[in-house]
């Protein structure tokens, strides 16, 4: 027998916090469901400075620690199991984990997305201590700091040049000559004063004790090797969206971002995706947040339709 409730949050980062809080409080019984961590990317995060109410900052954990009490003090349920599959029934939505199922009416697809690694020699030890995976989160903890980006993408070349407000030397580290990015965000880099191109090059490792000292560069070319003196290190080569589960509700989006409407709404009534599964979306905590708030109101009314009918 599956669980019956009115909504099921698929997800356990700020966005699906936030929206368990706003159905919490319209009365509507409320699960979410985590594979891993509560709380996703932003736990990495040593400092979240651009949050809005916490003028001196706050670690990601600490702002997940208060979302999480916030939205279990209006009843919503954590419970720590991985999705592997939904499927529709009439207006209903099935959702199935490795232990247990959920029916619901109402579904949010809020599961996020993993950062695509290097998966090199000192890249995990150094996460949230000089490496990072988002300019627009890090870029102000970097004034005057000598950095090398990674990647040769649209991420790489535009968060350069926004890096630019804030270091003062950027190398941009691609293993080709070639980018996939748009030619006018290549000669916008190219043409700015603070950055460099070191082309046809690798890292190889990332050096540092307590924050990031440097990195190991390698020209795919020669195979020579060298040492580069460095304090930041962006790895700006895209994110996977973690919506593998959805082969049978929604083939098309398995694996991918999810179009949505206004209201947040997929093309299936009752299911929403918000934050970084949602297809252009901004991966910024307050977006994700606002996204899901947006979702759990509509989905109020949804409810109220379906009960209605």
Known sequence: MAEELDVVIVGGGPSALAGALYTGRANMDTVILERQILGGQI??????????????????????????AHAERF????????????????????VITGKKEYLAPIVILASGADHRKLGVPGEKKLSG????????????????KDLVVVGGGDAATTESVFLTRFASKIDVVHRRQ?????????????????INFILDTIVTE?????????????????????YHECDGVFILIGAEPNTEYLENVMPSYAGSVIPVDFNMET?????YA????????????????????????????????LREE
């Open 178 to 194: 070639g980018f996939r990015a748009r030619a006018v965000h290549v000669e916008n880099a190219k043409d700015h004063e603070k």
């Open 129 to 144: 201590k000089g490496v990072s995976y988002c300019a627009t989160c890090d870029g102000a903890f970097f004034v005057d």
């Open 206 to 226: 990332i050096h540092g004790d307590e924050k990031v000292e440097g990195v190991t560069l390698k020209n795919v070319k020669t195979e020579e090797t060298r």
């Open 267 to 271: 093309d299936i009534k009752g299911i």
């Open 75 to 94: 009843g919503t349920e954590i419970v720590y199991e991985q999705v592997e599959d939904i499927q529709l029934e009439g207006p209903l939505k099935r």
């Open 274 to 305: 918000v934050g970084d599964v949602r297809k252009g979306s901004y991966r910024q905590v307050g977006t994700g947040i606002g996204e899901a708030i947006t979702a759990a109101m509509h989905a109020e009314e949804r409810i109220k339709t």
């Open 43 to 68: 736990v990495e995060a040593y400092d979240v400075d651009n949050y809005p109410g916490f003028p001196e900052g706050i670690t990601g954990p600490d702002l997940v620690e208060q979302m999480q």
